[in-house]
């Protein structure tokens, strides 16, 4: 039975008043972490945004039992935290909370190496495209053409594809998520949380403060990703691969919105080129093609 | 009591075993990694109870131990040189979050160029985060220590992680008759984890974030200074019960060979204090009246215990198997400010040997003590306060 | 002295002090969905059920102003209204 807004709870696990810029799509995901989970969930938290929304101790303005923890150690402390509390017969789920930078720059070893051990822990990758708590620099998850601190002309290489490499790992279960589509990430989240071993969820977080447009726009900037089809929200269970509903409308591409509608609302891409523009809408088509075809077969 | 003839590493695998570690995770490298695989064939052969985290790297290695032990287990960890260098970061966390939890350190030098002989400027690079660091003179030191460092580490007075420290291959990989104490004897002696806080699910408590009050800030680093000197006196009191169960009592922070009447003492660390106390003996045959200062503990640095000892020497000549480069050695650079803090003189230097695995034995500490002693009754004090071994 | 941390509301302190714009519900309008409550990033957004419907209230003590509730609203019952 799908999950309505009804069904949510209200109990609040992100406190008003923490330090969050206004907008931000960070506070909105552990806003559903904590709906999905609840406090049962403990999370490690590696350097990023997430630092610094907590406030100032003694305070916190987040609501869950949380571990700081050094920018490349998430996944092996959470494993540890996990191994333990098995041990120890303490009933509850293990949740990394990392921005782009923890999950694929300077916490790619950690976080390959508990996927590929199977350790019995989420993995949620919080992706604002750039490592925007030290000011917007460019990260391996920053998208062609996007202005940076670091990138100024845009970046050249193009966004390294953190769900396939997850998928290619093998383990019981990677999704992708999006802000703008809380009860579909509330549903993978709970689902994450049934299931033994290692699971990773990328959640799609624009960034008012980085991607460069007002703060109310957040989640129709979210939305409008799914409806260029420049994100594709999917599950991937043991390598098998299914269109989330949100998503599945887009399969036609004739039903995709020009990739022109997501860029020009964002100033991060108000220099990019008419090449590249078509580019990366040659780069949507492949990709989905690509995600269509893998759907039909099983990968690991 | 069972005695048997173990390496170095694998008295730290029988130690874990004994003090019921829950958790393990370590990335091999030369020379700790039978430290590992014994531990693993123990477990294999369900001889230990421990669940065994094959880690990617040591960062993770420390990160995985600093984990469990946060989340309530009792854990262990292993590394050397590189992988130390690796895991430094996490070193620094795991003391500041002042979480108890134990590691070997087989010490090894640094490179470039690779080379996995025994220095200690891998272990000595870990003076200033706030572990405990104790370091063995035998096999038999380190299956002991490192029991007695669960305790230790453990105990609310100090709520610090410790390493045992042992020499590559002086210790590690040669064999020694231990005795190995039951498992009964140390159940006894060692209680149930305590830790001064524990995360758990359901309980909203956040370690970590940003402090509003950088004084409550800074005095937190403090307390972890002064837990390091309380844990000075849980250092002797838990040698003591040791002393008591095992017959072995180690003399706590310092032990001191043939010292009463010496007018000279070597001071230094490690496997090669066992070299030290030979010369002791062959020096005072030929009339020099020499001691060894065998320092266990790196940290807490144990000044007032040697101030004691080096008090109205002639003079005390301290043995550096590392070197802060554009200083001098780690222990002479403690014991002399020391010294000076409380404003006792005696004449002092500092000999930096050994490094890079470069074998230093008795014979050399005779020459260097017959050396040393002459200087000093010539001079009155040192000619150079600072010397490398050997000298061309 | 540990480094640890318990929850507090209001952490950053009023946090309302940093909007521009502040968020005003027709509640003629209000459909009663809680899309805006499901939105709002800083749970600044309380509901209430009122006959099968959320009746919905805002904090302004803690409001930042970001105007994502009055965005996401289906019958723009909620409008941003100039504080400067």
């Not at chain 1, 206004?22 to 997430?50: D, F, H, Q």
């Not at chain 1, 594809?161 to 009860?183: D, E, K, Q």
């Not at chain 2, 010496?262 to 030290?276: E, H, N």
């Not at chain 3, 909007?19 to 409550?37: A, N, S, T, V």
Request: proline share 5%; charged share 25%.
């Amino acid at each position: 039975m799908p999950l309505t807004i009804r069904d949510l709870p209200r109990e609040k696990y992100v406190l008003p008043g923490n330090a969050a810029c206004p907008g931000c799509p960070e506070a909105m995901g552990l806003r559903y972490v904590g709906m999905a989970l609840g406090r049962k969930a403990i999370l490690v938290i590696p350097a990023g945004c997430t630092s610094i929304i907590q406030g100032l101790h003694p305070g916190s303005g987040l609501s869950f039992p949380i571990i700081n923890v050094a920018f490349a150690s998430s996944d092996a402390v959470a494993e540890g935290v996990a191994v333990a509390k098995e041990l120890l017969g303490e009933d509850g789920v293990v949740v990394v909370w990392a921005g782009d930078g923890a999950t694929a720059d300077i916490g790619f070893a950690t976080l390959s190496g508990a996927a590929e051990r199977n350790g019995n822990i989420i993995h949620i990758c919080v992706d604002n495209e750039a490592y925007m708590n030290t000011g917007i620099q460019r990260s391996s998850l920053t998208p062609r053409g996007a202005w940076t601190t670091t990138t100024w002309k845009g970046k050249t290489e193009p966004k390294k594809n953190m769900p396939l490499i997850m998928i290619s790992h093998g383990v019981p279960y990677v999704a992708t998520a999006s802000v703008a589509y809380p009860l579909d990430f509330i549903e993978k989240l709970r689902k994450a949380a049934s299931l033994k071993g290692f699971k990773y969820i990328h959640l799609h977080a624009p960034c008012p403060t980085g991607w460069r447009f007002d703060p109310s726009e957040t989640v129709e900037i979210a939305r409008l990703a799914i409806e260029t089809g420049m994100w594709v929200l999917l599950e991937a269970e043991r390598g098998v691969i299914t269109i989330s509903a949100p998503s599945r409308p887009y399969i036609d591409k004739r039903r995709r919105k020009s990739v022109v509608e997501y860029l020009k609302r964002q100033g991060r891409f108000r220099e990019i080129p008419e090449e590249l523009v078509k580019e990366v809408e040659k780069e949507v088509d492949e990709y989905w093609t690509m995600i269509l075809k893998l759907s039909s077969q099983q990968i690991q | 009591m069972v005695k048997l003839t173990l390496t170095g590493n694998y008295c730290v695998a029988h130690a874990v075993k004994l003090s019921r570690v829950k958790v393990v995770s370590a990335y091999p490298i030369t020379p700790q990694t039978t430290i590992v695989e014994k531990i693993s064939e123990m477990v294999d052969s369900g001889d230990a109870d421990i669940k065994m985290i094959r880690v990617e790297s040591e960062h993770s290695a420390l990160s995985a131990v600093y984990g469990a032990a946060t989340a309530g287990a009792r854990a262990f960890t292993a590394t050397s040189s590189h992988g130390l260098l690796y895991m430094h970061e996490m070193v620094w966390w795991a003391a500041q979050a002042r979480v108890p939890l134990v590691m070997a350190v087989v010490t090894r030098t640094i490179g470039p160029p690779w080379n996995i002989w025994t220095d200690h400027h891998d272990i000595m690079g870990q003076r200033d985060t706030g572990w405990l660091i104790a370091m063995a003179e035998t096999n038999q030191e380190v299956l002991d220590e490192t029991i007695k460092l669960f305790k230790i580490t453990e105990d609310p007075r100090v709520f610090l992680p410790g390493i045992i420290g042992l020499d590559a291959f002086i210790l590690s990989h040669t064999v020694e008759p231990v005795e190995v104490p039951e498992q009964e004897a140390v159940d006894s002696f060692l209680p149930e984890r305590r830790q001064p806080y524990t995360i758990r699910f359901g309980d909203p408590l956040v370690m970590g974030n940003i402090p509003s009050d950088l004084l409550v800030n800074a005095r937190m680093r403090w307390e972890v200074h002064k837990a390091l000197e309380s844990s000075a006196h849980v250092i002797d009191e838990v040698d003591r019960e040791w002393g008591k169960i095992t017959g072995r009592y180690y003399g706590g922070l310092v032990e001191c060979y043939r010292c009463d009447d010496a007018d000279f003492l070597f001071i230094g660390v490690g496997a090669w204090v066992g070299d030290m106390r030979l010369a002791v003996d062959k020096l005072r045959d030929v009339g020099y009246r020499f001691g060894a200062l065998k320092v266990r503990y790196i940290r807490p640095f144990p000044g007032a215990r040697i101030l004691e000892l080096v008090k109205g020497r002639k003079g005390v000549v301290v043995l550096d198997r590392s070197i802060s480069a554009g200083s001098a050695g780690p222990i002479f650079l403690d014991l002399a400010a020391y010294l000076q803090g409380k404003r006792v003189t005696v004449p002092i230097k500092d000999v930096v040997a050994g490094l890079a695995g470069f074998e230093v034995n008795y014979e050399d500490f005779v020459k260097i003590g017959e050396k040393f002693a002459g200087e000093v009754l010539e001079v009155g004090w040192v000619k150079d306060y600072l010397e490398f071994y050997p000298s061309r | 002295m540990l480094p640890l941390s318990r929850p507090k509301i209001g952490v950053q302190g009023a946090t309302g002090s940093w909007r521009f714009r502040k968020p005003e519900i027709d509640q003629g309008r209000c459909i009663g969905c809680g899309i805006c409550w499901l939105y709002c990033p800083d749970s600044v957004i309380d509901v209430e059920d009122v006959s099968g419907k959320f009746r919905v209230r805002i904090d302004y003590t803690y409001c930042k102003g970001c105007g994502i509730c009055a965005s996401v609203c289906p019958v723009k019952a909620i409008k941003m209204v100039s504080e400067v």
